[in-house]
């Protein structure tokens, strides 16, 4: 067990901490605001997402939010059809508003609750894979990434809006029946739900934390670094690159999933651009190096925007872009970055200590031993 | 200091913090405005004044706030003050979403008027129908929902096309050219327009959906110009209708043979286009700016003072007025007894109240009994009234649906 490894798990132990005992003390276990803090963790998710392919493996990926939108949509599917079920041929009412004659064959496998919660992590990595194959394997980098990312997400969203036979258009998927998780119905106000959604996260982290903190996540900070060298030494970059980047579209997918649970709506500004950019801004504040770090720049800005914009009605957005500003000049590796700083420089101390004292102890030895004063 | 120790100390670090988080709940959990004092009657004000629709969506919030304020300047409800608590949802579902929830389950308001868009109504659905509460919502909108918490103040398809759409073809002709943008009331509107030229014999000679937002229009125009349409029947929204507008004066078309009949067009969007290039077509609305009654002339006067003479009212932010004073007269009729978001619906049911437009009921259905009227757009950006309908008109948000009606006990399968 290495060092890094060692220190993500504490990582890891103090943010499973605040997620499962501080967030919901914070609140007393109960309330609306577990709903909302729900959300912030779902969000946090993404993020998390995000840190993965930029950070580890420094595929910057605008178009997170189209994973994530995926996966709300494939909830939303679901539990749509499940409030549907006693309209005419158990369509959803926007269906019937635009004479749509049957269930579309790609809606029917969505009764399932089992394949709806495969689908919306399997699908988001399918996608991810496919894409993943023509850029990495295309050699695309860098900002070529960024835009292809981000268009093709625009390019779905537009595709949602404009077919609103099958996705509900501009408004969306709405009206949804509570989901029904094997016998146990869930009610998105319950301390229950939130722990379901903490779990996902935590689980979601945990797999992140194995890929980075295993030989591919060493081999991924290395392309990283410079992928020409690694591809000298006989790795398949693209192959890793996909493999970070299918992995972190499955969490996105997953965290989709719950943020329709919590809203009870999908819509198709969960894949807008606005969003897409606050998750890259998340990751940022949080520090893109660590999942963790991101996780908790997700939850952290989104916490500081539901209470700022209680507290300051006019003035929040503004104190929030002066917060996201002094971030990237004075913190670019955002706040895991100081951390990181701090601990290193307390490592420096450290060392530093112990190696005068190993000197003083040489110097001691190397003294005549009349001159050792008690020592006999 | 070894490794394990600067650990524990960041452990303790972060619990100590955590303590002090929660030894302050008032920053985390409480309301950063002042709380209702008791006796005072909280409602929730959820309008955009920020993000992409909030040049209309903040007019409505202003038409809102003007009205509880006046109603608190007048001595409140039965001596009781209305306390608006405002939230901004920045034009995004998913914030409308979450102000509501802050709305509804902390701060306990019994009623929230809110919304312009439909995807934001819908978003506030879940959130309403779970706690029961009250949405007023003041938009025209595609009819079709039927929900049990929502105040629908606005007009429903059959309350702007009913006479709207005979009358076009009497004074203009059948041929209609169908144009709007690409999301659910504009085709929801047209389905309806085409069930009413069916009816009385005329015809769809095309049907065209833009993308929101889109603003190119000389291929459409063009298309309009070999179709020679009798009327082009518009539900374009926001900048679309703008660009289109123009784009069709700079082309030369003449607004005598084939004029643009509008759903969506107010003063707001006529301002935008610019009045010579809007004067000589047709809206349907229920409330123009220049409808000539004293309570009009009273409202506007009042909006403009407030705000500022360059501001216009229009049909949503008159409805956003006019259903702050239903509440009012809701909460009067209920005389003292327990406020509940129920109770108020029960007792605004047949409530009736004089309108900027004229005097407006309220439904079973919980939608609104409105005076459509046809309006020509004039040079100066104001709208003259042509036709005023001489009865009130039912709202019937299923017309078009044989077999569904929407009634008290919600949507019922005929």
Same mark, same amino acid.
């Not at chain 1, 605040?18 to 109960?30: E, K, N, T, Y």
């Not at chain 2, 007023?136 to 606005?154: A, D, F, H, K, Q």
């Given at each position: 067990?290495?060092?890094?490894?060692?220190?993500?798990?504490?990582?890891?132990?103090?943010?499973?901490?605040?997620?499962?005992?501080?967030?919901?003390?914070?609140?007393?276990?109960?309330?609306?605001?577990?709903?909302?803090?729900?959300?912030?963790?779902?969000?946090?998710?993404?993020?998390?997402?995000?840190?993965?392919?930029?950070?580890?493996?420094?595929?910057?990926?605008?178009?997170?939010?189209?994973?994530?939108?995926?996966?709300?949509?494939?909830?939303?599917?679901?539990?749509?059809?499940?409030?549907?079920?006693?309209?005419?041929?158990?369509?959803?009412?926007?269906?019937?508003?635009?004479?749509?004659?049957?269930?579309?064959?790609?809606?029917?496998?969505?009764?399932?609750?089992?394949?709806?919660?495969?689908?919306?992590?399997?699908?988001?990595?399918?996608?991810?894979?496919?894409?993943?194959?023509?850029?990495?394997?295309?050699?695309?980098?860098?900002?070529?990434?960024?835009?292809?990312?981000?268009?093709?997400?625009?390019?779905?969203?537009?595709?949602?809006?404009?077919?609103?036979?099958? !996705?509900?258009?501009?408004?969306?998927?709405?009206?949804?029946?509570?989901?029904?998780?094997?016998?146990?119905?869930?009610?998105?106000?319950?301390?229950?739900?939130?722990?379901?959604?903490?779990?996902?996260?935590?689980?979601?982290?945990?797999?992140?934390?194995?890929?980075?903190?295993?030989?591919?996540?060493?081999?991924?900070?290395?392309?990283?670094?410079?992928?020409?060298?690694?591809?000298?030494?006989?790795?398949?970059?693209?192959?890793?690159? !996909?493999?970070?980047?299918?992995?972190?579209?499955?969490?996105?997918?997953?965290?989709?999933?719950?943020?329709?649970?919590?809203?009870?709506?999908?819509?198709? !500004?969960?894949?807008?651009?606005?969003?897409?950019?606050?998750?890259?801004?998340?990751?940022?504040?949080?520090?893109?190096?660590?999942?963790?770090?991101?996780?908790?720049?997700?939850?952290?800005?989104?916490?500081?925007?539901?209470?700022?914009?209680?507290?300051?009605?006019?003035?929040?957005?503004?104190?929030?872009?002066?917060?996201?500003?002094?971030?990237?000049?004075?913190?670019?590796?955002?706040?895991?970055?100081?951390?990181?700083?701090?601990?290193?420089?307390?490592?420096?101390?450290?060392?530093?200590?112990?190696?005068?004292?190993?000197?003083?102890?040489?110097?001691?030895?190397?003294?005549?031993?009349?001159?050792?004063?008690?020592?006999? | 200091?070894?490794?394990?120790?600067?650990?524990?100390?960041?452990?303790?670090?972060?619990?100590?913090?955590?303590?002090?988080?929660?030894?302050?709940?008032?920053?985390?959990?409480?309301?950063?405005?002042?709380?209702?004092?008791?006796?005072?009657?909280?409602?929730?004000?959820?309008?955009?004044?920020?993000?992409?629709?909030?040049?209309?969506?903040?007019?409505?919030?202003?038409?809102?706030?003007?009205?509880?304020?006046?109603?608190?300047?007048?001595?409140?409800?039965?001596?009781?003050?209305?306390?608006?608590?405002?939230?901004?949802?920045?034009?995004?579902?998913?914030?409308?979403?979450?102000?509501?929830?802050?709305?509804?389950?902390?701060?306990?308001?019994?009623?929230?008027?809110?919304?312009?868009? #439909?995807?934001?109504?819908?978003?506030?659905?879940?959130?309403?129908?779970?706690?029961?509460?009250?949405?007023?919502?003041?938009?025209?909108?595609?009819?079709?929902?039927?929900?049990?918490?929502?105040?629908?103040?606005?007009?429903?398809?059959?309350?702007?096309?009913?006479?709207?759409?005979?009358?076009?073809?009497?004074?203009?002709?059948?041929?209609?050219?169908?144009?709007?943008?690409?999301?659910?009331?504009?085709?929801?509107?047209?389905?309806?327009?085409?069930?009413?030229?069916?009816?009385?014999?005329?015809?769809?000679?095309?049907?065209?959906?833009?993308?929101?937002?889109?603003?190119?229009?000389?291929?459409?125009?063009?298309?309009?110009?070999?179709?020679?349409?009798?009327?082009?029947?518009?539900?374009?929204?926001?900048?679309?209708?703008?660009?289109?507008?123009?784009?069709?004066?700079?082309?030369?078309?003449?607004?005598?043979?084939?004029?643009?009949?509008?759903?969506?067009?107010?003063?707001?969007?006529?301002?935008?286009?610019?009045?010579?290039?809007?004067?000589?077509?047709? #809206?349907?609305?229920?409330?123009?700016?220049?409808?000539?009654?004293?309570?009009?002339?009273?409202?506007?006067?009042?909006?403009?003072?407030?705000?500022?003479?360059?501001?216009?009212?229009?049909?949503?932010?008159?409805?956003?007025?006019?259903?702050?004073?239903?509440?009012?007269?809701?909460?009067?009729?209920?005389?003292?007894?327990?406020?509940?978001?129920?109770?108020?619906?029960?007792?605004?049911?047949?409530?009736?109240?004089?309108?900027?437009?004229?005097?407006?009921?309220?439904?079973?259905?919980?939608?609104?009994?409105?005076?459509?009227?046809?309006?020509?757009?004039?040079?100066?950006?104001?709208?003259?009234?042509?036709?005023?309908?001489?009865?009130?008109?039912?709202?019937?948000?299923?017309?078009?649906?044989?077999?569904?009606?929407?009634?008290?006990?919600?949507?019922?399968?005929?």
């Amino acid at each position: 067990m290495n060092t890094g490894f060692k220190i993500d798990c504490i990582g890891y132990g103090l943010f499973a901490a605040f997620v499962l005992l501080v967030m919901p003390w914070m609140v007393d276990f109960s309330g609306y605001e577990l709903n909302s803090y729900a959300r912030y963790l779902a969000l946090g998710m993404v993020a998390a997402a995000l840190a993965l392919s930029w950070g580890t493996a420094g595929i910057l990926n605008l178009g997170q939010a189209l994973t994530f939108g995926v996966g709300a949509y494939i909830m939303a599917m679901h539990l749509k059809l499940r409030a549907s079920e006693s309209l005419p041929g158990g369509m959803p009412d926007f269906m019937g508003w635009t004479n749509v004659e049957a269930l579309p064959w790609f809606w029917q496998p969505f009764h399932s609750l089992l394949f709806t919660l495969g689908a919306g992590v399997l699908i988001p990595v399918g996608i991810a894979c496919l894409l993943g194959v023509f850029m990495f394997r295309g050699r695309i980098t860098g900002v070529f990434v960024a835009i292809i990312t981000l268009s093709l997400m625009l390019a779905v969203q537009l595709w949602i809006i404009s077919e609103q036979r099958f !996705t509900g258009g501009e408004n969306g998927i709405t009206g949804l029946a509570p989901l029904n998780l094997f016998g146990w119905s869930v009610d998105t106000y319950e301390l229950s739900f939130y722990y379901l959604v903490a779990g996902c996260l935590l689980a979601g982290l945990a797999v992140g934390l194995g890929l980075v903190r295993s030989k591919a996540g060493l081999v991924l900070r290395a392309i990283k670094a410079d992928p020409e060298r690694v591809r000298f030494f006989g790795y398949d970059v693209a192959r890793y690159e !996909t493999l970070a980047f299918a992995t972190s579209a499955g969490i996105a997918g997953v965290a989709g999933m719950l943020y329709a649970l919590v809203l009870e709506f999908a819509s198709p !500004t969960y894949m807008g651009l606005s969003i897409s950019l606050a998750i890259v801004i998340w990751a940022a504040v949080g520090g893109r190096e660590s999942m963790v770090a991101a996780a908790l720049g997700g939850i952290g800005v989104n916490m500081a925007e539901g209470r700022l914009s209680d507290l300051f009605f006019d003035q929040w957005t503004l104190m929030l872009g002066v917060i996201f500003i002094a971030v990237v000049l004075f913190l670019p590796r955002g706040i895991y970055g100081l951390v990181a700083t701090a601990r290193d420089y307390l490592e420096a101390r450290y060392t530093e200590r112990v190696a005068m004292a190993l000197n003083r102890e040489q110097d001691d030895a190397a003294r005549p031993v009349a001159d050792r004063g008690e020592v006999k | 200091m070894k490794r394990r120790d600067l650990l524990k100390g960041v452990a303790f670090g972060g619990v100590a913090g955590a303590v002090s988080l929660s030894g302050f709940p008032g920053i985390w959990t409480g309301r950063g405005t002042v709380l209702a004092a008791s006796g005072d009657i909280p409602v929730g004000v959820l309008f955009s004044q920020t993000g992409a629709v909030a040049v209309v969506e903040s007019t409505l919030h202003d038409a809102c706030m003007m009205a509880i304020e006046e109603i608190n300047d007048n001595g409140g409800i039965n001596g009781r003050m209305i306390t608006p608590y405002v939230e901004d949802p920045a034009s995004d579902p998913a914030t409308f979403a979450d102000r509501a929830n802050r709305l509804v389950r902390r701060d306990n308001v019994i009623s929230v008027f809110g919304s312009y868009t #439909s995807a934001s109504r819908q978003a506030v659905l879940p959130v309403v129908e779970g706690q029961n509460n009250l949405y007023w919502y003041p938009t025209l909108y595609e009819g079709r929902e039927c929900s049990r918490n929502v105040m629908y103040g606005g007009a429903v398809p059959n309350q702007q096309q009913q006479d709207f759409v005979p009358w076009l073809k009497e004074n203009f002709g059948g041929r209609f050219y169908l144009l709007g943008n690409d999301y659910v009331y504009p085709r929801e509107e047209n389905n309806v327009c085409r069930m009413i030229l069916d009816e009385i014999g005329g015809e769809v000679v095309n049907e065209e959906y833009v993308p929101m937002g889109h603003d190119s229009f000389s291929s459409i125009v063009s298309r309009i110009r070999r179709d020679e349409p009798d009327v082009i029947f518009c539900t374009l929204v926001g900048d679309s209708d703008v660009a289109f507008q123009r784009e069709y004066r700079s082309a030369g078309l003449d607004p005598d043979r084939m004029p643009v009949a509008s759903l969506t067009r107010s003063e707001v969007e006529v301002a935008a286009i610019g009045g010579d290039a809007a004067a000589g077509h047709f #809206s349907s609305a229920p409330y123009f700016m220049g409808h000539e009654s004293a309570e009009n002339e009273r409202f506007v006067e009042a909006y403009l003072r407030k705000y500022g003479d360059d501001q216009v009212t229009h049909f949503v932010n008159e409805a956003a007025y006019f259903q702050v004073y239903q509440f009012k007269a809701a909460v009067e009729a209920l005389n003292g007894e327990e406020l509940t978001p129920t109770a108020i619906r029960d007792a605004a049911v047949g409530l009736r109240f004089q309108a900027p437009q004229g005097e407006v009921e309220i439904d079973a259905n919980l939608h609104t009994h409105l005076w459509p009227k046809i309006a020509q757009w004039q040079s100066d950006g104001q709208a003259e009234v042509v036709v005023e309908s001489d009865e009130r008109m039912a709202p019937e948000p299923y017309w078009a649906y044989e077999g569904q009606v929407c009634t008290a006990n919600g949507l019922e399968n005929a």
